[in-house]
């Protein structure tokens, strides 16, 4: 077997290293989902299921918003610094909402961690280091890197919510923050590629953004990200009122629906790959997607409803979760990736 058709271990450790630095990540937002807004429900003010909502999703605005700018700034100035800047933000945006006690502060401290938008970056970084033929493997390590955390924030999480409490998980956010901002700083080399630095002009951006192909996957990542935030707004809620489970036992939920979904992804993930039918495989999992909404729209009054529409929801959510950022960076220019996965 040539080289060619298989990782280098230099892309193999770069790889998980990334995956590492996701995963520090992204276990501390994951792990706010599942009780926050239960949490949210019970501050002094009695806040409104508008502001509730405002405080999970404010992240994904102000990410949205920031995630242009950090990738073209990392077309011009480098992908690590822009990722150094976005964690120390990150970790001020924990550490405000870890000290407020009403709503209101715990939605600027959020606003302030999505101002941290480095996935961008570090999905541009990771296409930097390895080759293209490599790059859905690459992809996949982090997408599984993004599973596991999921799975393992749905399981300790009430737990967490037990024993530190919702503002304690903030804190903790912003240590692994830091943890990670240390895995970014010593085990992650500098790209050496001349494309990882360029200069981004006006018609630049409106060339990325005129283009159909990437408007059409960038829209598919925005709706697959407000379905998961939709979805945890309600169904904690459905546990307790459907199912009679408690917070701290909604693991034993969870836990085997998304071990469940990774199992019948796998044939997913093989059709697509093997047989090179990438387009039907995201029309298959677009409508599981839609498939799932349904079925919470007429089963979520009972238990086996929902545990059902759950695992429909995350056969598709994982399948997307993993392969729409790897195809954006796949079909952007190569000196122009920070600012197409910004986008």
Known sequence: MSNTTKMSSFEIRTSLFLASVYGLRMLGMFLILPIFAIYASQLSGSPSQLQIGLAL???GLTQAIFQIPFGISSDIIGRKKVI???LTIFILGSLIAGVSTQIEGIIIGRAIQGAGAISAVLTALLADLTREEHRTKAMAIIGA???FTFAL???ISPWLNEAIG???IFFMMAVLSLMAFLLVRFC???????SNKTSITLKDFYSILGRI???RLNLGIFVLHATQISMFMAVPFFL???GDIPLQDHWKVYLPVLLGSFILIIPVIIFSERLKQVKKAFLMSILTLLTAQVSFIYFSNDLTGIIISLLIYFVGFNFLEASLPSLVSKIAPANKKGLALGV
């Open 240 to 242: 307790i009122s459907q």
């Open 213 to 215: 192909d990437l408007g």
């Open 84 to 86: 150094y800047f976005g």
């Open 188 to 194: 992650i080399p500098e790209p050496t590629r001349e």
């Open 145 to 147: 890197s993004i599973g």
């Open 57 to 59: 999703g404010v992240y």
């Open 166 to 168: 919702v503002p304690g």
């Open 153 to 155: 924030s749905l399981v």
